[in-house]
């Protein structure tokens, strides 16, 4: 008999707890064992009272209990969870989490802790997809040439609104919070940083990188208006949150931002809170891994999975997949030296002159401009919306400093790079 101790009996919490329960026939005959939940920590004990399963307020009442046999982290946050985590490893119990920000900031320190002892993490990047493990096993005889995706259920649902609906931002913001999708507080998903800690998880397993998300470009989707939706429809585009690792040479560029996606490319077919990651090998070429990115069930399903791993198999250490540096000299891009193709809003004043002036700021930063449309905006304003020609960061920061400083442009200028 195995036994485990879920700390965190929420709504993924909660769900595991039932899916070893209801689905126990098929997991013994799946694991070779049988798996109980001997207990669980929660914050309040009414919310979770029905359960069959002992329950308390500490999770050292977990950890430090002999019988424990896999530990399961769902508490979120990152400090606490990775003292409670580490004193797990310490103590010889396998450990499976499903807390994406814990592993953006200490999955090599928790890497080193284990070592032999199993840690298991399916469930940190997209829910209910195996991305861990295709990434991590299934395609583990190739070079990976890039990695992008779909990350953040709740900013693909807004922006699948808008595109399709024409639903402005902050309309579609208050549905998804009515719905469950969005916090309250909806920074940590709307501002891009779900999707890059996510992005860091997976840029570790292909290329060995160990970057943290201050060292990343991380950017929203705040600032998408009508204006912008109407140009992506206008050129045949799709506007998407996208996380994005792609190697060149000796370099590896990360970054998460709004991107311009074409129409019929896989990944912008992939709409709602579903999420969508594409992975491009050396050898197998491109594959794309699809389905629900969030949710108790689905999260839970792949939690439940790693159990059943462990188990069955005494599943080892590296966690990441590698003993020793994955690729001897390989290092992370600065992010003003990436190169993309780039869309900008400006709201100007609507008087003769002005778009020359515009355009000879980006012929200074050696811009080139692939196409330009003008929106009528109010009385004497318009917007100019332009896509540009492959550009670097830097320059097109450059670009906008400059614009920013024009009297004639009212408002900083907005910018979204096209994929």
């Known amino acids: 008999m195995t036994r485990v101790g ?3 009996v929420g709504t993924v919490g909660r769900a595991v707890v039932q899916i070893l329960e209801e689905n126990k026939s098929i997991i013994t005959a799946r694991s070779g064992d049988e798996i109980i939940v001997k207990s669980g920590v929660v914050r309040n004990l009414e919310k979770a009272s029905d359960l069959a399963i002992t329950l308390s307020q500490n999770p050292y009442d977990i950890i430090d209990d002999p019988e424990i046999d896999i530990v399961v982290e769902l508490m979120g946050g990152v ?5 409670i985590v580490k004193k797990a490893l310490q103590n010889g119990k396998a450990v499976v989490t499903a807390n994406k920000a814990l592993l953006a900031y200490h999955r090599y320190e928790l890497q080193d802790i284990a070592g032999e002892i199993p840690f298991e993490f399916e469930a940190s990047v997209a829910g209910g997809i ?3 493990n295709a990434l991590r ?8 040439l890039s990695i992008m995706g779909i990350m953040n259920g709740t900013c693909n649902f807004m922006l699948t609104k808008m595109m399709n609906e024409g639903t402005p931002f902050a309309e579609v913001l208050a549905e998804a919070q009515a719905l469950g999708y969005a916090e309250a507080d909806p920074t940590f998903d709307i501002g891009g940083f779900d999707a890059a800690h996510k992005l860091l998880i997976l840029a570790s397993i292909a290329y060995g990188i160990d970057a943290k998300p201050e060292e990343i470009l991380i950017e929203g989707i705040e600032g998408i208006t009508p204006a912008d939706i109407a140009f992506a429809k206008e050129f045949g585009y799709t506007i998407k949150l996208l996380g994005i690792a792609k190697r ?11 991107a311009l996606v074409k129409e019929d490319a896989m990944i912008a077919k992939i709409d709602g809170v579903m999420n969508g990651i594409s992975v491009v090998g050396d050898r197998v070429g491109e594959t794309l891994y699809y389905g629900p990115g969030a949710g108790g069930n689905a999260t839970a399903s792949a939690v439940v999975a790693n159990i059943i791993d462990i188990v069955r198999s005494g599943k080892r250490s590296p966690m990441l997949g590698f003993n020793h540096p994955l690729e001897e000299g390989l290092r992370l891009k600065n992010s003003e030296d990436i190169r993309s193709k780039y869309y900008l809003r400006l709201r100007v004043l609507d008087k003769p002159g002005i778009l020359a002036q515009i355009t000879s700021i980006f012929a200074d930063e050696a811009i080139s401009i692939e196409a330009v449309i003008q929106r009528p905006s109010e009385t004497e304003c318009a917007h100019l919306l332009f896509a540009t020609h492959e550009a670097t960061e830097r320059s097109v920061h450059a670009l906008m400093i400059q614009l920013e400083a024009l009297d004639a442009v009212l408002e900083s200028p907005f910018m979204i790079r096209i994929v």
């Open 6 to 8: 879920v700390i965190g």
């Open 79 to 83: 400090e606490l969870p990775f003292e």
């Open 130 to 132: 195996p991305i861990i």
């Open 137 to 144: 096993d299934g395609l583990s005889a190739n070079h990976i």
């Open 248 to 258: 060149d040479d000796g370099e590896v560029e990360l970054r998460v931002h709004a």
